[in-house]
């Protein structure tokens, strides 16, 4: 069964410092996710994407977070520098398209210290 | 502004019993309603979805409830095992114009 994977699964790293997450959706999956979910809240999106194009990034901090997706397949996601608010899950999610369901990767956990 | 309010935050039910929970939205342009599962250290997982011109539907031990004029949606899981316990979150969309927007969740746990 195809999955939406994601790397690495944990990340602990240090105020002030870069940390990247990386996610790889299900093959053919034109639309790709990201959200945060905070402990004991439900997910909320930083962005989304169609192939290449940002489609919706009004809830992304843009002075600290920075995310890609430049052949429309893989995508990162960029803290530049993390702060401690910013210890979270963070989800990747993709669908076929804009209209259809979404299946989501089992998430990197990130402490920051 | 929350826009989909889920309760409670948190149930016990013994093994067999019937696990409630309950959601209610404000954006009438929602569409779709899907419910999700999530285990500790992984993502959701979609369990059960809905549209509103439907009043029910039923998948297996689940089932959700939809009261289109009361704005509100529950899901229902029939016969529940230890093997259910995990936080559920309800979510709404308005299909491809709006983010799916989520519940804060409710953490079920089953005991034996």
């Known amino acids: ?61 843009k002075d600290r977070f920075s995310a890609e997706r430049l052949k429309g397949v893989d995508s990162t996601l960029k ?34 210290l | 502004q929350q826009q989909v309010k889920q309760s409670p ?11 409630i929970i309950n959601c209610a939205y404000e954006n009438t342009a929602f ?26 539907k039923k998948e297996g031990r689940f089932t959700i409830s939809f009261n289109k004029s009361a704005k509100q949606f529950s899901l229902h899981i029939m016969d529940s095992q230890p093997g259910d316990s995990a936080t559920y979150f309800c979510a709404a969309w308005n299909s491809g114009n709006t983010p799916l927007v989520f519940g804060k969740g409710t953490r079920l746990s089953v005991i034996a």
């Not at chain 1, 299900?26 to 905070?38: D, E, P």
Request: with cysteine.
């Open chain 1, 1 to 61: 069964e195809a999955e939406v994977a994601q790397s690495p699964r944990y990340k602990i790293t240090e105020k002030s410092q870069a940390v990247a997450f990386w996610c790889d959706p299900i093959s053919g999956h034109a639309t790709l996710y990201w959200y945060r979910q905070i402990l004991g809240q439900g997910p909320e999106l930083l962005v989304q994407f169609q192939d290449e194009s940002v489609v919706d990034d009004s809830q992304l901090p």
């Open chain 2, 9 to 19: 935050q948190s149930l016990i039910v013994q093994k067999g019993g019937i696990s």
């Open chain 2, 31 to 56: 569409d779709y309603f899907p419910w999700y599962q999530q285990f500790p250290g992984k993502g959701p997982a979609l369990l059960i979805a809905i549209r509103p011109d439907v009043s029910e």
């Open chain 1, 79 to 112: 803290i530049q520098p993390a702060e401690l608010g910013d210890s979270a899950m963070y989800l990747c999610a993709s669908s076929l398209g804009l209209r259809n369901e979404q299946f989501f990767g089992p998430g990197t956990r990130l402490t920051v």
